[in-house]
């Protein structure tokens, strides 16, 4: 008992310098001043740690049967294991009052509040922008529909039905843009990616997105009751392979993640442990681009990609050119003559035909408002109640639509003729 005396009392040695201290052995285990110790530490309310000369003192426990520092047989608490089996709570279930531990919870927002619904709601696409009446091209249509609709009904057919949908063709032939109209037509609330978010200077990043964006979209069909679906645009331009790209890590993984989403499409894990109730909804995946060749071969093979390609044919050119002239007054028939004097062009040439007859009136409009000098401070230091002058659109004719159109002609054909950039490195084919 003295020797347990001696030991309680041991916080008086620090009143002395350390230099005055004698070097201190660990005694064995079996040693009674090793059990005394042991023994005595438990009492102290606040000890100093094992091998700690620093001072610092251990923090008091909250409670003894508080559940959040409660370890299971591996040692591990309540918030480690939580954090581990969900992939965000935040996400999964906000503020929520009997979900997350009340301290948590507050009275701010209220006892069942979704802190991140604003956060969901941004990840998807909303089509307001899309104004006016726009015609979609029956095929088109089609089999963008056929895609969405077996893949939400593929657990009731006795078929092997692809996740994935890839559209391809020609360059500004309106791939994205009718695959777009026929998401607002349906209802569709999609989430859209492009071929710029599959590279990061993060190993796995792009591919962890992937999987996120897929969940989000499984979760406004579970929690909003919409349909979704995931596109990627131009997706050949992130993975494609063009002459000596290099292929990254991140591509890599990419490839992989699209290859499990279209294997296991109900089973997409984040990084957390897997659990029997963590079933994904099945999302139907678009991908648009101009050369699916460049692709990895076992990503588009059939059973995991149903490959489309798409090439208007020239009554859908008609049709749709139409239907963007229509307010502007244009005939059909003169449409008709439009298109073929600008045979073998792309649907967004006659978009930029159109724009490009607004140029002179943008000008006059620019010198009837105080010219160059004063264009910001109209532009951009208005008053908040001040409105900008009126425009006034051109109004459209077919000579117009021609002009504009063998300008933009000319310019296309220069680039192709002139190629500067061979004329700057010219040395370097010697």
């Avoid at 791939?175 to 990061?200: C, D, H, N, R």
């Avoid at 992989?256 to 897997?274: F, H």
């Avoid at 010219?371 to 008053?383: A, H, P």
Wanted: hydrophobic fraction near 35%.
């Amino acid at each position: 008992m003295a020797l347990c005396n001696i030991v309680v009392n041991r916080p008086s040695l620090f009143n002395f310098t350390p230099s005055s201290l004698p070097p201190i052995r660990a005694p064995p285990p079996s040693s009674p001043f090793a059990l005394s110790c042991s023994i005595s530490s438990s009492l102290q309310p606040q000890s100093i740690g094992d091998g700690d000369t620093s001072g610092e003192l251990k923090p008091k426990r909250l409670s003894e049967q508080s559940s959040w520092e409660a370890k299971d047989a591996e040692g591990r608490d309540y918030l480690y294991r939580l954090g581990q089996e969900a992939d965000n709570m935040n996400i999964a279930v906000g503020a929520r009052a009997g979900v997350v531990d009340d301290v948590f919870t507050g009275d701010f927002l209220g006892k069942d509040s979704d802190i991140v619904f604003d956060y969901r709601q941004k990840v998807t696409r909303s089509f307001e922008y899309l104004q006016g009446d726009y015609y979609i091209a029956p095929l088109f249509m089609d089999k963008v529909v056929c895609h969405i609709v077996k893949n939400y009904i593929a657990h009731l057919l006795n078929v092997k039905v692809p996740l994935i949908l890839g559209i391809w063709g020609g360059k500004g032939q309106g791939k994205s843009f009718q695959t777009e109209l026929i998401f607002q037509a349906m209802g569709v609330e999609p989430i859209i990616m492009s071929a710029g978010e599959l590279e990061s200077e993060r190993a796995g990043e792009p591919g962890k997105l992937i999987r996120e964006r897929y969940r989000a979209a499984s979760q406004v069909v579970q929690n909003q009751g919409k349909m979704s679906c995931l596109m990627i645009n131009d997706i050949d331009a992130g993975l494609g392979r063009f002459g000596n790209t290099q292929m990254t890590v991140n591509n890599q993984i990419v490839v992989g993640t699209l290859m499990n989403l279209s294997d296991n499409p109900t089973r997409v894990s984040i990084g957390q442990d897997w659990r029997e109730s963590d079933v994904t909804n099945r999302i139907p995946v678009i991908f648009t681009g101009n050369d699916f060749s460049t692709i990895y071969a076992p990503l588009i093979r059939d059973g995991r990609m149903e490959k489309f390609y798409w090439q208007p044919m020239h009554e859908d050119i008609v049709n749709i050119v139409h239907r963007m002239y229509e307010k502007d007054g244009i005939s059909r028939k003169e449409v008709v003559h439009v298109v073929d004097i600008f045979p073998n062009q792309a649907l967004d040439f006659y978009g930029a035909l159109r724009s490009r007859t607004y140029d002179r009136s943008i000008l006059k409009w620019v010198e009837d408002n105080g010219g160059l000098e004063d264009l910001g401070k109209k532009l951009l230091k208005r008053r908040k109640d001040e409105k900008l002058p009126v425009f006034t659109p051109p109004k459209q004719t077919l000579e117009a639509l021609l002009e504009s159109g063998y300008s933009l002609l000319k310019e296309q054909q220069l680039i192709m003729e002139t190629k500067l950039s061979k004329e700057y490195m010219k040395n370097i084919d010697g």
